[in-house]
């Protein structure tokens, strides 16, 4: 189901990666190009909800499409901790924690789905709270002023990327652990 709804969505998400990279090598004033890339990871994160409830509604769930949607937010998430490394708003271990587990993560749940284990690596709420603190923390520091006259998006940013370490930390523990007795038992 390469051409489902639900599955362009999901590669809209992956070819608008450049969209929101590129913005920032625009001839605008660093406000413009702020607010331009935050409402384009916005609108390209909420993507994320929405091709997974058409694939429910639409009865479009696919293994190409389980397989493309995580691999989408990583590409999303990874890209964008670039962008804010480069321009000095988040701390590179910061980066190096997020980008690393999802390396990580991803090669266990390979390996885990070749030793028939991958319901023991399944993607659990700890991981979801993981991506939901990354999907609100970077627009927060894409953004990096003031809104409303009240937030200051750049500390908010701040706390919610540090957030998601601490629970990019506990999630990969999460899943190795779960993974432990299967690598155990093929060890032998």
Not at 12 to 18: D, S
Not at 119 to 139: D, E, N, W
Request: hydrophobic share 60%.
């Amino acid at each position: 189901m390469f051409l489902t709804l639900p599955t362009l969505l999901t590669w809209a998400r992956i070819v608008a990666i450049p969209l929101i990279v590129g913005v920032f090598h625009l001839s605008l004033p660093d406000a413009q190009k702020n607010l331009l890339a935050t409402v384009l990871f916005v609108l390209v994160a909420l993507t994320d909800w929405l091709d997974g409830y058409l694939a429910r509604k639409l009865n479009q769930t696919s293994s190409f499409g389980a397989f493309l949607d995580p691999v989408a937010d990583k590409f999303l998430v990874c890209a964008a901790l670039l962008v804010l490394l480069e321009l000095g708003r988040v701390n590179a271990m910061v980066a190096l924690v997020i980008v690393g587990r999802e390396i990580a993560i991803s090669a266990l749940r390979e390996w885990m789905a070749q030793i028939g284990a991958s319901r023991s690596v399944a993607v659990h709420m700890v991981g979801k709270l993981k991506t939901t603190a990354q999907m609100v923390a970077i627009p927060f520091l894409l953004y990096d002023g003031t809104l409303f006259g009240l937030v200051n998006t750049r500390v908010w940013g701040q706390w919610l990327i540090w957030a998601a370490v601490v629970l990019t930390i506990w999630s990969m523990v999460y899943y190795l652990q779960k993974a432990l007795p299967e690598i155990r038992a093929k060890a032998r």
